[in-house]
């Protein structure tokens, strides 16, 4: 999809991995990656597999084809810089998190809207009702920004078996959020329609390393395209310069 590409650029020796959202694509979070790299940190923002081609292509993948290239992304930023942070939004929160607990040495989190915690079992139970009743997608869940005009290029639909996977992956996210030890910012919108607050707030309690919390007053979930887009920008480049710059 046009304006969807991933992004890389090699600067000094301090890195910063950002990962996107489920169903979204590195477009809502190439302007927080650029600014990032205009403060000197080399930057990854990867395309996650089955994301920003077609709601087909994404069918074909799950969790551990999401996770695994966040891995992998972080690895090879690792290689080449002395430290490296992770930010990421909606499920990029999560895949941020599970970055953190299988890379020990991430030097800083910042979470945005993060889904670190599986829905009730209600929700669960009623999507693979669904799954079971032949049924393979549902309403998109993209676009959730208060600002009249911006509109994420999410994908006009959710693929349940995909949501499922990702699901029953927050089960041992969440069950390791106190693995997670490097210093962390989040950033929480007051009202979001996509992820509820309390998977902040299970991060806030759960997580063992410093955690700083901002709420975001004027956006919805995708708070990178929102309102509080330049606080996004400010507080995350700011988080990252006192904790991982010399």
């Not at 430290?83 to 953190?100: E, F, H, I, K, T």
């Not at 994908?155 to 992956?169: G, I």
């Not at 089960?171 to 929480?188: E, G, M, R």
């Amino acid at each position: 999809m046009p304006g969807c590409e991933p992004f890389s650029e090699i600067n000094g020796p301090v890195g910063v991995l950002v990962l996107h959202g489920f169903t979204g694509n590195p477009a809502s979070m190439r302007p927080l990656a650029e600014r990032i790299a205009k403060s000197g940190y080399s930057v990854e923002l990867p395309r996650l597999p089955g994301h920003g081609t077609s709601i087909e292509d994404m069918m074909t993948t799950d969790w551990s084809d999401w996770s695994g290239a966040a891995v992998a992304a972080y690895d090879a930023l690792r290689e080449r810089c002395d430290r490296v942070g992770v930010v990421g939004l909606s499920m990029g929160g999560g895949l941020a998190a599970y970055v953190a607990q299988v890379r020990r040495d991430v030097a800083a989190c910042v979470f945005i809207n993060p889904l670190v915690k599986p829905p009730v079992q209600e929700m669960v139970d009623g999507l693979n009702a669904l799954l079971e009743s032949g049924l393979a997608t549902i309403d998109s869940i993209g676009s959730d920004i208060k600002m009249e005009g911006p509109v994420e290029a999410s994908y006009d639909a959710t693929p349940l078996a995909c949501a499922a996977s990702l699901f029953e992956a927050m089960k041992s996210v969440n069950a390791n959020l106190a693995s997670i030890t490097a210093p962390t910012l989040l950033l929480s919108s007051r009202e979001d329609h996509v992820v509820t607050s309390d998977n902040g707030d299970d991060i806030v309690e759960k997580v063992s390393g410093p955690v700083e919390r901002i709420w975001l007053e004027e956006s919805y979930h995708v708070a990178t395209m929102d309102n509080d887009r330049e606080v996004v920008v400010s507080a995350t480049i700011s988080f990252f310069d006192r904790m991982m710059k010399p």
